[in-house]
């Protein structure tokens, strides 16, 4: 929390008067992180173009945000605080999946 208030430039108060927990924080930044690759998605599944295509194309985007800086630093972070918050990511991709049901 220290260290996003120093990046954010705001005190650790405001960090806690967005975010009531450490939980909620990790679940903000999991959920905006993962959007990126939701939104990715999108525009890669396109019936006109053959499944196998498809497919290399999806491996190829998801293999670049796996390798990105920011999503390698967020992944050792839960790592680290997996103990504190068993659940948070089990819940991401439940919440994930009952989403692109929805579609």
């Known amino acids: 929390m220290d260290q996003i208030a120093t990046t954010a430039n705001v005190s650790k108060r405001t960090v806690y008067d967005h975010f009531k927990t450490k939980k909620a924080l990790f679940e903000s930044m999991l959920n905006a992180h993962w959007q990126t690759v939701s939104i990715s998605h999108q525009q890669l599944f396109l019936e006109q173009q053959p499944i196998a295509a498809?497919?290399?194309?999806?491996?190829k985007v998801f293999l670049k945000f796996l390798y990105q800086p920011d999503t390698?630093?967020?992944?050792?972070?839960?790592?680290?605080?997996?103990?504190?918050?068993?659940?948070?990511?089990?819940?991401?991709?439940?919440?994930?999946?009952?989403?692109?049901?929805?579609?």
């Open 54 to 59: 498809q497919l290399t194309q999806f491996a």
């Open 72 to 103: 390698i630093a967020l992944f050792r972070l839960l790592i680290a605080e997996i103990n504190q918050f068993p659940d948070l990511v089990s819940n991401l991709l439940l919440a994930r999946k009952r989403h692109s049901l929805d579609y």
